[in-house]
Structure formats: structure tokens, C-alpha cells
């Protein structure tokens, strides 16, 4: 067998397990990670490597520097406060977890912005009495529609760009993608808080960093814990390349443990390791795939799919789907990578302008909603959540589709063949 047919069985037999579960999803993970190892697909003393980067470490840093705001107490304070703005309303908690994060991730990596903002969520739920699962998940969506809106708001887009330089065009500017972000944004904010957010159960799960006995308010540690939050992001925010944000979330880390905020036994009960775990693993997953040849083989197809004469709603329509399919089991990045200088060509060589494709394949290779591995975020939102494969799927196809019409709208509009 090829490397290829290798890595896609694997991968086939893991998203069944996923969906059956006969034992938990993390040990499905690391075991699919192993099997790549055994056989080659990726080198096997880098199979572990993935649980040590710089994801897996903000997300430590961040879950102990949330957890502080609900061990000084602060959590519950401004749950009720914001409970009093949202009302106890689980649709209005969504939406407003929606806009904010929509707002926050079009300049903020969107990663740190969830972390950020997890603990408030949460919070919100517990003080309106309603479980925080599908208003971490409109979280993570959120996060995900404001990466459109800027040319920051996710890596891929910078990725994008910069591919787009590499083959003589001029890279997208900073507000470019802004359109098609802002209608992302609406249609997307729309659609999960009238209707995905009724298509997926409560689970009735705490994320780890939550699970705390309530606590008073303790009014200096409680201004150490928020001050120290607000410094981390701003740093994150800030992109400084002197503090990256993994570092400085280690830093604030240590900031609340040794202002005893929390002990260090606090500390690492508060994070979540099965989420740790889960992020390792899969990216181990996504690299095989990557590495098994599996993009290049989509972009061959697409190639023969389109012929000598397509017309631009068919390169629109097969470019999209390729890429958002091929996004769905390997990172973004990789994604757009693999299709820019493929699209960039097939545009040079039927006469039309190579922009709009461009912008189709950065925006279609994140789109990554529809399964628990498509993005370091949908893989930690699994660990807050426990939302399982078929979940994700039915709630995520139907926002790519609808992401797909923004797009095959907007283009003729704002940035025409």
C-alpha cells in the first residue's frame, strides 16, 4: 500500500471509533498517532513531539490564569453582572458570546481568544443556570468567523499572503478579506445562534478550570487574577515577538501561583489534560495526511475536474469544496499552501484574474468547522465540551455550505474574475 492509502485508512478507522467510541476519543488519538509512527507515514520519535508546542503550552498557561478568576471569586461576580445584561437566556448568552468573540478574533489570535474568554463564558452559564457547552462551541465559531475579517485574524490568512508573494502577486492587504469576514460574521452569528445551537445537545459538562468549589470574593488576589489576564493579553494581543503569547501566558501562570491567587496543586488540576492530549494527537494525524500526499492528490483531481474550459463559477465552486474538504482533516496552513501555487496557475492559464482564487482558497482552507481535528481550537473545544465527532459534523457541514454562498455571492461583487 502507499503512504497515502496508509494514512486515509488509518484516518477512516479513526473517525469511526471517533463516531462509535469504544473508548475514549483521546486514547483513539494517540493510538491512530502511534500507527502512523510504526508505519512511517511520520518519523516516530516526532510522534510525541506534538504534545510539546507552543499551543499546548498557552493553553496550560491560559486554563490556570482563567481558572484564578474562579478560585479568587471574581468569575462569579461578573457572571451575575453580565447575566444581568444577557438575562438568563441561553440564546442571548450564545449571541452575545458570538459578537464579542467575532469582535475580539478579527485582530486577536483567535486561540487566545477563547482562552480568554472561556472563563466568562462559563461563568455567564453557571450564573444563568444553563450548561456552558453549546455557548463554548458558539465560542469557538465565533473565533472562527472574526479570523476572516483581517488579514491577522488567523494565521492561514498571513499564510495565504504570503504564498501569494512568493508567486509574484501582490499579497492581499490588511482589510481585503474584510467583506467577505464581515458577511462570514453575520450569516454565521445568525445561523448558530437561531439554528445550529438547537441541532447539538447540552452535555452537562464543566471544563476542568471551572471546577472549583465557589469561592468568595477575595478582593486583592481577585484584582491580581483579572489584572494579570488583562496584561496577558495584551501581550498576546499585541503579536510582540520579544513575549510570544505561549510565554506569556506561562508568565502570567506563574504570576497567580506565586501570588498564592492559587496553590501549585490548584494550578495543575486545573488543566485539562485529556484537552493537552487531544491537541498532540491529532496534530500528529494532520501531519500524516500532509505528508502522505494527500493534498497534492486532491489538487491533481481538481485539475482534471476542471478541464480546459471551466468557467468561473465552476473554478469558484471546485476550489472551494477541495480545499474546505481537504480542511477538514489537515491543518489549515498546509492546506492553503498546497492549493495557492495550483490555483494561482489554473487561473494564469484559462485568462481570468488569479485574485479572486487567491481569496477563495484562504478563505475556504478556514473553514474548518465540520470535525474535531480540523483546528488546535475545535480540539480544544472538545476537551471543554466532550461534543463528539457526529456533532461537530452536523453542525459544522452546514456552516461551511453557507460560508460557501458568502463567498460565491461576494466575489463577483468585491473582487471580480
Not at 456552558?132 to 473565533?143: D, E, I, V
Not at 496553590?263 to 485539562?272: F, G, Y
Not at 484559462?350 to 478563505?363: C, D, E, K, N, R
Request: hydrophobic share 55%; with cysteine; charged share 10%.
Amino acid at each position: 500500500m502507499t503512504p497515502m492509502t496508509l494514512a486515509l485508512g488509518i484516518l477512516a478507522i479513526t473517525i469511526v471509533l471517533f463516531i462509535w467510541e469504544p473508548f475514549p476519543i483521546a486514547v483513539t488519538a494517540v493510538l491512530a498517532s502511534i500507527s502512523y509512527g510504526f508505519l512511517g507515514i511520520v518519523k516516530m520519535n516526532t510522534v510525541f513531539a506534538s504534545y510539546d508546542n507552543n499551543t499546548n503550552i498557552l493553553l496550560a498557561g491560559m486554563m490556570i490564569v482563567g481558572s484564578s478568576l474562579f478560585h479568587t471569586g471574581i468569575t462569579d461576580a461578573i457572571g451575575k453582572k453580565m447575566v444581568a445584561v444577557t438575562g438568563k437566556s441561553e440564546r442571548n448568552i450564545i449571541l452575545a458570546t458570538l459578537i464579542v468573540s467575532c469582535i475580539l478574533s478579527s485582530v486577536c489570535s483567535n486561540i487566545g481568544v477563547m482562552v480568554a474568554l472561556a472563563p466568562l463564558v462559563t461563568a455567564m452559564c453557571v450564573a444563568a443556570d444553563v450548561g456552558p457547552s453549546r455557548a463554548l462551541l458558539g465560542l469557538l465559531f465565533g473565533a472562527q468567523f472574526g479570523g476572516f475579517v483581517t488579514l491577522v485574524g488567523v494565521g492561514s490568512n498571513a499564510a495565504g499572503a504570503a504564498s501569494m508573494g512568493e508567486l509574484g502577486l501582490t499579497p492581499f492587504g490588511f482589510f481585503s478579506i474584510t467583506p467577505f469576514g464581515i458577511g462570514v460574521c453575520i450569516v454565521g452569528t445568525l445561523y448558530f445562534t437561531f439554528i445550529g445551537a438547537k441541532m447539538i445537545p447540552d452535555t452537562g459538562y464543566i471544563p476542568e478550570f471551572a471546577k472549583t468549589e465557589k469561592k468568595e470574593l477575595n478582593k486583592s488576589k481577585a484584582v491580581i487574577a483579572s489584572v494579570t489576564m488583562l496584561v496577558v493579553l495584551a501581550v498576546i494581543a499585541s503579536g510582540s515577538k520579544l513575549i510570544p503569547m505561549h510565554v506569556a501566558a506561562v508568565l502570567g501562570a506563574c504570576v497567580i501561583i506565586a501570588t498564592r491567587c492559587m496553590t501549585l496543586k490548584e494550578a495543575l488540576k486545573a488543566i485539562d489534560w485529556n484537552c493537552l492530549i487531544l491537541v498532540g494527537a491529532l496534530s500528529v494525524i494532520s501531519a500524516g495526511v500532509k505528508n502522505s500526499g494527500a493534498g497534492q492528490a486532491v489538487a491533481d483531481l481538481i485539475i482534471h475536474i476542471l478541464g480546459d474550459n471551466p468557467s468561473p463559477f465552476m473554478i469558484s465552486t471546485v476550489i472551494f469544496w477541495a480545499a474546505a474538504a481537504l480542511t477538514q482533516i489537515m491543518s489549515n496552513i498546509p492546506t492553503i499552501l498546497v492549493f495557492m501555487p495550483i490555483g494561482v496557475s489554473i487561473a494564469q492559464q484559462i485568462g481570468v484574474s488569479p485574485y479572486p482564487v487567491a481569496m477563495i482558497i484562504t478563505l475556504a482552507g478556514a473553514a474548518s468547522y465540520a470535525t474535531p481535528f480540523a483546528a488546535p481550537q475545535n480540539m480544544m473545544t472538545v476537551g471543554w465540551t466532550q461534543y463528539k465527532f457526529l456533532d461537530f459534523l452536523k453542525i459544522g457541514l452546514p456552516m461551511v455550505v453557507l460560508t460557501y454562498l458568502v463567498i460565491v455571492g461576494l466575489i463577483p461583487i468585491f473582487l471580480p474574475y
